[in-house]
């Protein structure tokens, strides 16, 4: 039974922006709040809490990462 719910569960934001994928983190924040104000506010608190690796450049930084618009357009295209 809860095998099935499973299935229904959205990648954590958190994972995805450690991971580099801002995009999706955002994505999947526009789904789980109830703004677009919201997701954005709260996809900046996880980017910038995020471990600082200036030296490997591995993490981007929160300006300019994201464009709510293209992740309107990914939500639509996926439902």
């Known amino acids: 039974c809860m095998f ?3 299935l229904n569960l959205p990648e954590s ?3 995805l ?3 580099g994928r801002i995009r999706e983190a955002s994505v999947v924040l526009m789904e789980l709040r109830e703004t677009k104000a919201e997701a954005e506010i ?3 608190e996880i980017v910038q809490a ?3 690796s200036s ?3 591995s993490h981007p ?3 300019g990462l994201y464009n709510m618009h293209q ?4 939500t639509s295209l996926a439902s």
């Open 61 to 63: 930084k929160p300006s």
């Open 50 to 52: 995020l471990p600082s």
């Open 55 to 57: 030296s490997s450049g």
């Open 13 to 15: 934001p958190r994972w």
């Open 71 to 74: 992740a309107d357009e990914t």
């Open 4 to 6: 099935i719910g499973f």
């Open 42 to 44: 709260e996809l900046t």
């Open 17 to 19: 922006a450690g991971k």
